[in-house]
């Protein structure tokens, strides 16, 4: 069973810049791949980012890709997205998720478990 706490959200002019952070809870943290998907109203939900469990494979969205980066600390049990040049469009609830795999990937299905979320929105 892994818990996921994630905080760092807020309001943000768009160009500035915003890093979250997500705490799981478990022993066997740093055996899974840690992902970061999104959510915009009535919109459905869409992979950011993902970091396989050593931190050595990282994947992004095209749409995010050179602005956003994906990081982890095994032993603060803690995965990070450091979010640059935001813009309105990257307005959304926040997710981080865990898949037990250890691999990454950007399909929802094959993460186990999910935090709650948190909200970034990004004013023009």
């Known amino acids: 069973q892994v818990q996921l706490v994630e905080s760092g959200g807020g309001l943000v002019q768009a160009g500035g810049s915003l890093r979250l952070s997500c705490a799981a809870s478990?022993?066997?943290?740093?055996?899974?791949?840690m992902g970061w998907f999104r959510q915009a109203p009535e919109k459905e939900r869409e992979f950011v980012a993902a970091i396989s469990w050593s931190g050595g494979r990282k994947y992004y969205a095209d749409s995010v890709k050179g602005r956003f980066t994906i990081s982890r600390d095994n032993a603060k049990n803690t995965v990070y997205l450091q979010m640059n040049s935001l813009k309105p469009e990257d307005t959304a609830v926040y997710y981080c998720?865990?898949?037990?795999?250890?691999?990454?990937?950007?399909?929802?299905?094959?993460?186990?478990?999910w935090g709650q979320g948190t909200q970034v929105t990004v004013s023009s």
């Open positions: 998720a865990a898949d037990p795999t250890g691999w990454g990937t950007s399909r929802k299905s094959s993460y186990d478990y």
């Open positions: 478990g022993r066997t943290f740093s055996s899974y791949a």
